[in-house]
């Protein structure tokens, strides 16, 4: 009965006028650069940093919620009219909705999309409402050893799990540890890598770290190879509505994506690509129709969108509860957190259940509006694609410009995006991926604080992370991240020997 | 046969830059790492702390990046190197960089940190989208210029007297 009382509450704060409108801000603000390629949400939550000296916190973080949500929902849009995904979690979508949507059934795909992304969507919530007490509970018992290794994992899988190549993804954690580490350190008052900048003191701030990496890094890479001839979209064309044949197609593969997307979002592990992958390759498994997949085949549509929305909501489990952001949009958000000076994990549903209760809340009504908004208008959405490339990016320099400046109206900080700007550009260049860096920056200091804490605590006895069994239990998954992609990567391989052995005879 | 060995000769110089390339990020790397390394040594230590102090985790991040340094160096001489860049919507990534262009945002740039102190947040943004969009190709300057100009008005009007930021007004002071 607890969840429901709170949740009760929580609608009571989400359903105020106030934050309905930013709700409302939050999923069009969403939707637009979800279509829109070279922004995601995570560069508009952190573009929209700054609101928070002026907003009250619940109603910022309806707002950041919302363009969370409202990201996977116009990513999937573009991907099936375009054929190029916005963010990663949509590649799937992009297989088969594209596909569909060239055989004319264009429609239906953005159909079962947005219908499958607001079932998942509305179960992964209330997977969150009933399953965040659970985790407060079990997380009441974490001690800072604890919360090292969980902020270790959370390193690890977002290194391992993502991109092309493992070094890769250590480089870009280290670096983003690296620049976490400039300015006072708050344990011992000491001054680290400041360089003798007196600006530098109060460190690099994430704001400028995440718009430089991705939206003057992208700036710049778009510029030097820009595409030039726009990618075709694919008109929407035929019936808006599904048959009937396609929602009995469809509502099986959404549970199964939810029933997939939840759970492995909420992991510390998190990231969306998994599960989106796993329902993929299982709708081709058990479809009726295997003929269809590869041509168009809704299933493999419906599925995946449901996975990645539902991962959605499950990300929202470790980062409230935990305070453990396992995405780039996610870790933003937990720097939103900072900045207000609240700290998410169990206290924080004690001491704030107006917020942590009206922002969960908030969520159910965003997918209500999100649907309402994504069904009848995707077409008026997919017109923002035609916006010329110079202007997109020119405004989104500005918009870049902004966010950095108004921090402490101060040009260094100008000076920094600019260069970190240029390390997105080499970062693109070399194939490094942004988000370990990002997820680094935030994360580095409040795992160096829990380690600092967890060895005084233990009076400078470093066995304390492997002799607590919840520490070390956790350390055990961490080296099981690791492994896991290695052992799946070679026997990849073998069977690929074989299969060319086999070719060749 | 043929076909093969002719592609294989158009092929090589560029892999053979790249590899360079990669040798090349390799090292910053590792210099990058050192670099962190030499700089925590110059973190003062007071004595009280000297058991898990201000300069256990630099050390470790130092170590690191050296490490991943060496692992990329290892990478870049047997010749395996991932994909060449990161895909994205808007990029060709079988085009060479174009230096013209970034070089062109580069200038745009620099231009607006110079102004947005002396001419304003509304003047150095205009500029900054009218002088972008120009180097990225674009050449509607009659589009361009009210389009920057209002959107800089707007986001200056949404930011300032919304939002309560406190943004620098330039040759609009004083026009409240």
């Known amino acids: 009965m607890g969840a429901l009382g709170d949740l009760a509450g929580g609608f009571g704060t989400a359903l105020s006028p106030e934050n309905l409108f930013w709700a409302l801000v939050g999923v069009l603000l969403g939707t637009a650069v979800g279509v829109l390629p070279g922004i995601g949400p995570a560069l508009t939550v952190a573009l929209l940093l700054p609101v928070t000296y002026s907003l009250e916190p619940v109603s910022a973080f309806i707002m950041f919620a919302g363009i969370y949500y409202g990201g996977m929902y116009g990513g999937s849009t573009t991907s099936i009219l375009l054929n190029t995904p916005g963010e990663s979690a949509s590649i799937v979508t992009a297989i088969e909705g594209n596909l569909m949507a060239k055989r004319g059934r264009g429609a239906a795909a953005l159909a079962t999309a947005a219908i499958g992304s607001f079932v998942a969507g509305t179960i992964g919530t209330l997977g969150l409402t009933f399953l965040a007490p659970v985790m407060v509970e079990v997380a009441l ?24 190549s493992l070094s890769r993804g250590l480089l870009s954690l280290f670096a983003g540890l690296a620049v976490g580490l400039v300015g006072i350190d708050t344990l011992s008052g000491q001054s680290r890598f400041t360089f003798g900048i007196p600006q530098l003191l109060d460190g690099i701030d994430v704001v400028t770290v995440a718009v430089g990496l991705f939206a003057v890094g992208e700036t710049f890479w778009v510029a030097s190879r820009l595409r030039h001839g726009a ?9 808006v509505w599904m048959t009937r044949e396609e929602w009995r197609r469809s509502w099986k593969p959404w549970l199964r994506g939810t029933a997939v997307g939840f759970p492995i979002g909420s992991l510390p592990a998190g990231g969306a690509e998994i599960p989106t992958f796993l329902s993929y390759s299982m709708e081709k498994q058990l479809t009726k129709h295997p003929e269809e997949f590869g041509k168009g085949a809704i299933e493999g549509v419906a599925g995946p969108e449901a996975a990645n929305n539902a991962s959605a909501a499950g990300v929202l489990v470790p980062l409230l509860t935990l305070g453990l952001p396992t995405s780039a949009t996610a870790a933003i958000m937990l720097a939103a957190f ?57 405004g989104i320099l500005v918009f870049a410009g902004l966010g950095t400046y108004s921090l402490n109206n101060s040009t260094v900080d100008l000076v920094v995006l600019y260069i970190l700007g ?8 070399f194939d490094i991926p942004v988000a370990p860096a990002v997820v680094g920056v935030i994360l580095g200091p409040v795992a160096e604080d829990h380690f600092r804490r967890a060895l005084q605590i233990s009076q400078g006895d470093y066995t304390v992370f492997v002799t607590r069994p919840l520490s070390l239990a956790i350390l055990l998954c961490v080296a099981l991240a690791l492994l896991a992609p290695l052992a799946l990567r070679t026997m990849r391989r073998r069977r690929e020997r074989v299969g060319r052995r086999v070719a060749a005879s | ?21 990669e040798l090349a990020l390799a090292v910053a790397v590792v210099l990058f790492g ?3 390394l030499y700089e925590t040594t110059q973190i003062r230590v007071t004595p009280a702390y000297s058991k898990v102090g201000p300069r256990v985790i630099p050390y470790i991040v130092g170590t690191g990046l050296v490490l991943v340094g060496l692992w990329l160096t290892i990478q870049a001489l047997v010749g395996k190197s991932a994909a060449p860049s990161t895909e994205s919507e808007d990029v060709d990534v079988t085009l060479p960089t174009d230096w013209v262009t970034v070089g062109g945002i580069a200038v745009a740039l620099v231009v607006y940190l110079l102004l947005i102190e002396r001419a304003g947040f509304v003047v150095a943004s205009a500029v900054l989208y009218v002088g972008a969009a120009f180097a990225m190709g674009s050449r509607r ?36």
């Open chain 1, 338 to 394: 900072q900045r207000y000076g609240l700290d998410p994990g169990p206290l924080l549903f004690d001491q704030d259940p107006d917020l942590v209760w009206g922002l969960i809340a908030s969520l159910y009504i965003g997918n209500v509006m999100l649907l309402v908004l994504n069904l009848p208008l995707a077409g008026v959405w997919v017109r923002l694609l035609a916006i010329p490339r110079p202007l997109l990016y020119a």
């Open chain 1, 141 to 164: 018992k974490f001690g800072a050893a604890e919360y090292f290794a969980l902020v270790v994992l959370a390193f690890t899988t977002i290194t391992a799990l993502l991109g092309s």
């Open chain 2, 34 to 36: 050192a670099l962190v």
């Open chain 2, 141 to 176: 300057l009659v589009r361009d210029i009210p389009v920057g100009v209002a959107l800089a008005v707007v986001v200056y009007l949404v930011f300032t007297r919304g939002l309560d930021l406190r943004l620098p007004a330039g040759v609009f002071e004083g026009l409240d």
């Open chain 2, 1 to 21: 046969m043929m076909d093969r060995n002719r592609d294989w000769r158009r092929f090589q110089p560029r892999l053979r830059r790249e590899a360079l390339g």
């Open chain 1, 231 to 239: 990618e075709e979209v694919v008109p929407v064309r035929g019936s």
């Open chain 1, 422 to 429: 240029g390390v997105g550009f080499l970062m693109r260049r």
